[in-house]
């Protein structure tokens, strides 16, 4: 009897036991963590909620965020006799605008583990800039405001500018840059590499790529807003919303160039491991069933001596509202140019963004430094990491761009006007936000020029050399000084001449043959005051026939310009009609007269 309860006992302890296991792992395996918001604005703070743990533990919060900039972040809360969690003391910042975070709940007594995720997003908006009047960013390529405030964007609508026309082509192509790349099948993609790869070691091959990394668009609009601030707009797509895609903007302040044909490489003359110091990226983030777009930017910096990576940079409060991110959110995004075969877009397929880039660049690079951007390149890649796998890009574009405190303006090509040549200097002094321009100069740093009020921005450069290096020098009250170099080249004009240099008198109804110098991009012959005379050749060769007049004593004017290295010359010659042929007398034969001595 003993023994039969004693195995009853047994029995009864092992179920019990087993309930109690059962309960422990279902427990775990329900154990909830989750967030009051997917996505939070500076200022806001994030309410933590969570079901099912030990009634009394205590709740590590670990926040993560991608990339990762800043500090892991803990947080703790104790489980109430229900088991449920419950926290409001994470406070988003500006500096987390654009990151992704995950957050992991552990009980400490239980040993529980949960996670999940919410973003730090920037928010849709409007750029305050003047082409097109407010550039508004909310995930649509078409001006679709139909009542004021007037709000541009990528093309016109109802109420608003755009800067593409509905083909895709750009009205300004200074300024706006719409760029395409082949889809859903074999084209340029990276053989393999990683973002912070020297460009002249990367390899490229006609691979296909997966669908979330596909790209077919992507457009870039520079801008200035009523204070002078550069911003720019950029957008771009991807072939599928399955997943999360992160689309680079490199800005290189050298060239880089593709080679090859179906396969190839890349050759970059940045000084500083393929690139230059300070180069940076803006990047855009799309994730799957995001409402919002996230943006990060890295600067290539200089990590140790002689070597190089991209950093993830910290936005700071100074740039609050300089930075609008969305994506499209429904299906049926109208883009009337056409992306991926279609017309419209699938939802969190496009996403766009605008960055006042002199606040970004002051507050993330440098609040004194000047940028000359040569080059634009656009590229997928599979994570935020700067070591991450690139996947689709478009071919890098050459452009001349200035950003930053100083800019000289472009470069100058001028026509020789003789022994000196005039240019008009054109430069901008922007200074950082909340600082001032105390000073400007410009300086000549080579060749022979002189310069006219060089203490103003709009100066007058006299160059009597084939080229001269001009230099705008801007010094803000802040001890910033920052300078940026124009590159001046004068042309030489080569100078007219119509050969023969004599033979200024012809005879009526000649042909007469004229020839220009040799080695003319272009020839013009023209007649003035033609009197009779008359082109009998094509006119637009070097050696031109003309026929005079048949009257006596009048003139021609025959004209000529040529053009050289872009510039052109104009001379003339007048020749005149004259019989200046000498009148001929033939006599008759010798003629003898017989005569006789008895003639009387």
């Known amino acids: 009897m003993k023994s039969t309860i004693t195995q009853s006992i047994k029995i009864l302890l092992f179920l019990l036991f087993s309930i109690l296991s059962f309960s422990t792992e279902a427990l775990a395996q329900s154990s909830t963590v989750t967030t009051d918001k997917l996505e939070y604005a500076p200022g806001q703070y994030v309410i933590v909620t969570g079901a099912n743990w030990l009634p009394g533990e205590t709740v590590k919060l670990t926040f993560e965020e991608t990339p990762l900039i800043h500090a892991v972040e803990y947080l703790y809360a104790t489980a109430d006799l ?48 003047l082409i097109p009047l407010n550039f508004n960013i909310d995930g649509n390529l078409v001006s679709t405001n139909t009542v004021p405030p007037i709000v541009g964007d990528w093309l016109t609508g109802p109420n608003g500018a755009g800067v593409l026309t509905n083909a895709g082509v750009p009205i300004n192509p200074l300024t706006t840059f719409h760029l395409t790349d082949l889809y859903n099948t074999n084209e340029d993609n990276f053989a393999s590499g990683k973002v912070n790869d020297n460009p002249n070691i990367l390899t490229w091959v006609t691979n296909p790529v997966g669908d979330k990394v596909d790209v077919n668009n992507a457009l870039i609009h520079f801008s200035k807003d009523a204070f002078g601030q550069q911003w720019i707009m950029v957008g771009a797509d991807h ?20 080679t090859g044909t179906t396969s190839g490489g890349f050759i970059s003359s940045g000084p500083d491991g393929g690139r230059t110091k300070d180069d940076f990226i803006l990047t855009l983030l799309l994730t799957n069933g995001g409402s919002t777009a996230g943006f990060f930017i890295s600067k290539w910096t200089e990590i140790s001596p002689g070597v190089f990576d991209y950093v993830d940079q910290t936005l700071t409060l100074g740039t609050l509202n300089a930075v609008f991110a969305s994506v499209n959110t429904a299906d049926g995004t109208s883009v009337p140019f056409g992306a991926f075969g279609n017309i419209t877009y699938e939802k969190n397929t496009f996403a766009e963004a605008a960055i006042n880039l002199t606040k970004v660049l002051s507050a993330a690079i440098d609040p004194c430094k000047s940028f000359g951007i040569k080059t634009l390149f656009i590229k997928t890649k599979v994570s935020a990491s700067s070591s991450a796998t690139i996947a689709d890009f478009i071919k890098p574009i050459q452009v001349t761009f200035a950003l930053g405190v100083a800019d000289a303006g472009p470069n100058q090509t001028k026509c020789s006007a003789g022994s000196s040549t005039d240019f008009q200097l054109a430069g901008v002094a922007t200074p950082s936000p909340g600082d001032s321009v105390s000073s400007v100069k410009w300086t000549v740093v080579s060749g022979t020029a002189t310069i006219i009020n060089d203490t103003t921005l709009n100066a007058i450069a ?139």
């Open 462 to 600: 006299t160059v009597s050399s084939s080229t001269a290096t001009i230099r705008l020098t801007v010094k803000t009250l802040n001890g910033c000084e920052s300078f940026k170099d124009v590159i001046l080249t004068v042309t030489p004009t080569v100078p007219c001449a119509i050969t023969p240099l004599s033979n200024d008198n012809v005879c009526p109804l000649s042909s007469n043959t004229y020839s220009a110098p040799d080695g003319m991009t272009s020839y013009a012959w023209s007649l003035s005051n033609a009197n009779g005379a008359t082109i009998t050749s094509v006119t637009n060769s070097q050696n031109v026939t003309v026929a005079a007049g048949s009257d006596c004593n009048k003139s021609y004017t025959l004209l000529l310009t040529t053009t050289s290295n872009g510039c052109s010359s104009s001379c003339e010659k007048i020749v005149t009609v004259k019989d200046i042929t000498a009148p001929t007398f033939t006599a008759p034969a010798n003629l003898t007269i017989y005569t006789s001595a008895t003639c009387t």
């Open 239 to 258: 072939f599928s919303n399955k997943g999360t895609v992160y689309i680079d903007f490199e800005f290189l302040q050298n060239k880089l160039e593709i």
């Open 82 to 129: 229900a088991g449920n969690i419950n926290n409001s003391d994470y406070l988003i910042q500006v500096h987390d605008q654009g990151q992704e975070f995950k957050l992991t709940a552990t009980g400490l007594t239980s040993g529980y583990q949960t996670e999940t995720l919410f973003a730090d997003a920037f928010v849709a908006g409007v750029a305050p800039v």
